[in-house]
């Protein structure tokens, strides 16, 4: 009991180790210069990333729960003068030209469908993470990919490319088998139904303006996966 319950507090320790890496990274990335959109498009891409997995290993509501307060609660310290954390961040994700407060409604209203995602699928962990994937990895790839290569462009609410679309479904792809295979099993039908989903999703990402896409990719992921595998 008392072995369990010491290797339980040391994978709770390491888990809350990953956003603290993850976000030393990204100040490392600032400190080489790199254009403002590169470091912005990692910081959504692994701040998602860190979501899903605290909500995904983490075996119960309390300890996300705690999880989330210490987070938070460091947050909130650190962000304090002189670090002002949070500022920094902030001002690392924002786009050239957009507004802070844009980006601080984005911020909530993501994490508020993390929060639906995870209360509806709750007992099926591995939709709630392939859900919050699709879009990290499968929005951050579209950018990675469509910002430097997109030559096809189109139009539709906003601009897009082709090669950036390509992105968004090899990246959807990939999270949904990542989440599968973490946390639930994986065949050929399985695969289907994540590549079926993908398409959905990268078809949303095209059609969707500002962050409409962190809304409707998700929760369109997330319902696929329920309807044809649960």
Not at 129 to 142: C, E, Q, R, T
């Amino acid at each position: 009991m008392i072995v369990l319950e010491v290797t339980n507090m040391v994978r709770f320790l390491l888990i809350l180790l990953l956003p603290i890496i993850l976000l030393s990274f990204a100040f490392y990335l600032k400190s080489k210069n790199l254009e403002n959109w590169i470091v912005r498009k990692y910081i959504h891409t692994t701040g998602l990333f860190v979501i899903g997995v605290v909500c995904s290993v983490l075996e119960s509501l309390g300890e996300i729960l705690l999880a989330i307060i210490i987070i938070a609660s460091s947050l909130i310290i650190l962000s304090l003068p002189p670090m002002q954390i949070l500022q920094k961040i902030t001002n690392m994700g924002t786009r050239d030209g957009e507004s802070q407060l844009l980006l601080l409604m984005n911020g909530f209203i993501t994490s508020g469908v993390a929060v639906i995602l995870l209360i509806v699928f709750f007992d099926h962990k591995w939709i709630f993470f392939g859900s919050l994937l699709s879009v990290a990895f499968g929005d951050g790839l579209g950018e990675f990919i469509g910002k430097p290569f997109g030559r096809h462009k189109y139009k539709l609410f906003s601009q897009k490319s082709v090669e950036g679309s390509l992105g968004v479904l090899i990246g959807c792809i990939f999270g949904g088998i990542l989440a599968t295979i973490t946390l639930y099993q994986f065949n050929f039908e399985i695969f289907m139904i994540v590549l079926f989903a993908s398409i959905v999703a990268t078809i949303i990402e095209g059609l969707s303006a500002l962050f409409i896409d962190n809304i409707l990719m998700p929760f369109s992921y997330g319902f696929i996966l329920w309807y044809y595998l649960i």
